[in-house]
């Protein structure tokens, strides 16, 4: 997983809502809409049964590894504020922050070490990570940027945490699904994990000709200039969660409104609705 920098996360919180606007202008659903449907959550549960405003969410700085990342909490509470929610920043750290937050009444805590970004519901005890989340929100971005997924081929690139939850996402929308990582062994591991559950996963083993065979793409792998502009056609679209962005940037331009790439808001707001 690529550590984020303060550069990474420094523009977020200012620029929320002119982000949000442009999702909507890209898949014609919010943050929000896009968070809930990614677990799962009816359109009309979103706005008949308003999630409890209430709630309490603490976000807990961690200092232990390599540290703080400066702006990451405050991006983090920025995002679970934007979706409505009453999210704060503890004054204390680690152990100090989490009881805190405990003794605040907060319901749900985020935190993040340098291995695992996690939500806690410490009602319910339901964890989502945020490699899991990032995944499963991306592809429900995707499908409201390509009007549905049933039948269409879709080639994950990255099997890692966020790729295994993106292909499983895919092939619940009823996608085609390929996947190609430079390991053989993590396409194979994704794919008999599918084929468990009765979906059968393509394995692609030559990046350069999956890409000649798909339009549709998620960028799970941590890699730059992964994509090309040769590879990008008038029919492209890229749900791209890798960090850093694996788009060559004169690629960038000619997805323009196909793309949907950040480092976190995406990932957050699914965390917030996966643990409701
Ligand atoms: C959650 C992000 C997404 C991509 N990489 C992950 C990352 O950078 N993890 C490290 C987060 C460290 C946060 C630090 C703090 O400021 O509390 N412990």
Redesign the pocket.
């Known amino acids: 997983?690529?550590?984020?920098k303060r550069d990474d996360v420094s523009g977020i919180a200012s620029a929320l809502a002119n982000y949000d606007a442009e999702l909507v202008g890209k898949t014609g659903c919010t943050l929000k809409e896009i968070a809930a449907k990614a677990v799962g959550w009816q359109r009309s549960k979103l706005y008949d049964k308003r999630p409890e405003q209430h709630r309490q969410v603490a976000v807990i700085?961690?200092t232990c590894g390599q540290?703080?990342?400066e702006g990451?909490?405050e991006s983090v509470a920025c995002i679970i504020t934007h979706l409505g929610f009453k999210a704060f920043i503890t004054k204390s750290r680690d152990a100090g922050g989490v009881a805190e937050a405990a003794q605040s009444g907060a319901e749900i805590l985020f935190?993040?070490?340098?291995d695992r970004?996690v939500a806690v519901n410490l009602r319910t005890g339901k964890v989502s990570d945020?490699g899991d989340a990032t995944g499963k929100g991306y592809v429900a971005g995707l499908e409201c940027m390509c009007g549905g997924l049933e039948g269409k081929k879709v080639l994950v690139i990255g099997a890692g945490p966020v790729g295994n939850s993106a292909a499983l996402a895919l092939v619940q929308f009823g996608a085609e699904v390929a996947v190609y990582d430079l390991n053989l062994s993590s396409s194979q591991r994704l794919s008999r994990k599918l084929e468990k559950i009765g979906y059968c996963v393509t394995i692609e083993t030559d990046l350069e000709s999956a890409l000649e065979k798909h339009c549709i793409l998620v960028d799970a792998c941590p890699t730059d200039d992964l994509i090309l502009l040769r590879h990008i056609t008038e029919d492209t679209m890229m749900a791209a969660p890798g960090?850093p962005l694996g788009v060559q940037a004169a690629g960038v331009g000619q997805l323009s409104k196909r793309l949907l790439h950040d480092p976190?808001q995406i990932?957050v707001a699914t965390m917030m609705f996966d643990v409701l």
């Open positions: 997983m690529t550590r984020l700085p961690m540290g703080i990342i990451f909490v935190m993040a070490d340098d970004f945020n960090i976190l990932g």
